[in-house]
T-cell receptor
Framework: KAGVTQTPRYLIKTRGQQVTLSCSPISGHRSVSWYQQTPGQGLQFLFE???????NKGNFPGRFSGRQFSNSRSEMNVSTLELGDSALYLC????????????FGPGTRLTVL | GESVGLHLPTLSVQEGDNSIINCAYS??????FIWYKQESGKGPQFIIDIRSNMDKRQGQRVTVLLNKTVKHLSLQIAATQPGDSAVYFC????????????FGSGTRLQVQP
């Protein structure tokens, strides 16, 4: 079975721009969670989607948003980028979270200049 | 809330030795615990998990021990190999209602040949 895929793998943007990241979960997985990883804050939860519905949201500003499509693919969007948004954005999928575990993708490395 | 701490930021072991990585959590209602391994440039890779109704779980060369009395979790790696060199994270689910993993800051395991 193919793992979680994320596109693009690397992205460079400038302050004030917006960005959209994409995540394709493992086939059959309907739960998708997003995390931000930075050297200073570590791994922090952004939000979780299941069957196109956001079920949980972390403590991030409204500039961070996401959605899930009927095929379980998910996107996250960050508007009005700030330098501090530079991070590795990770997507994790699960067949039935939290009954079943989460499997992570390789991440998208976002650099904001 | 939940806070998760690791006892050592770096652990250096000789190839063939056993490794023990420790993690402490704060919320006694925490229900689900996962260990992930992250290699440079990659997303976290699932190693092993354990639920709060268990004290010990074994996988291939890895064992997770859960001590709910002192809120402590450990990952034991038998016969450590150079390929085990990575950053290891413990992740804790504070309660199933919250649905968001809280991660420790990670322990870098260095395996000396």
């Amino acid at each position: 079975k193919a793992g979680v895929t994320q596109t693009p793998r690397y992205l460079i943007k400038t302050r004030g721009q917006q960005v959209t990241l994409s995540c394709s979960p493992i086939s059959g997985h309907r739960s998708v969670s997003w995390y931000q990883q930075t050297p200073g804050q570590g791994l922090q939860f952004l939000f979780e989607y299941f069957s196109e519905t956001q079920r949980n949201k972390g403590n991030f500003p409204g500039r961070f948003s996401g959605r899930q499509f009927s095929n379980s693919r998910s996107e996250m969007n960050v508007s009005t980028l700030e330098l501090g948004d530079s991070a590795l954005y990770l997507c994790a999928s699960s067949s039935r979270w939290p009954t079943d575990t989460q499997y992570f993708g390789p991440g998208t490395r976002l650099t904001v200049l | 809330g939940e806070s998760v701490g690791l006892h050592l930021p770096t652990l250096s072991v000789q190839e063939g030795d056993n490794s023990i990585i420790n993690c402490a959590y704060s919320n006694s209602a925490s229900d689900y615990f996962i260990w992930y391994k992250q290699e440079s440039g990659k997303g976290p890779q699932f190693i092993i998990d354990i639920r709060s109704n268990m004290d010990k779980r074994q996988g291939q060369r890895v064992t997770v021990l859960l001590n709910k009395t002192v809120k402590h979790l450990s990952l034991q790696i038998a016969a450590t190999q150079p390929g085990d060199s990575a950053v290891y994270f413990c992740a804790v689910l504070p309660d199933t209602g919250r649905r968001a993993l809280t991660f420790g800051s990670g322990t870098r395991l260095q395996v000396q040949p």
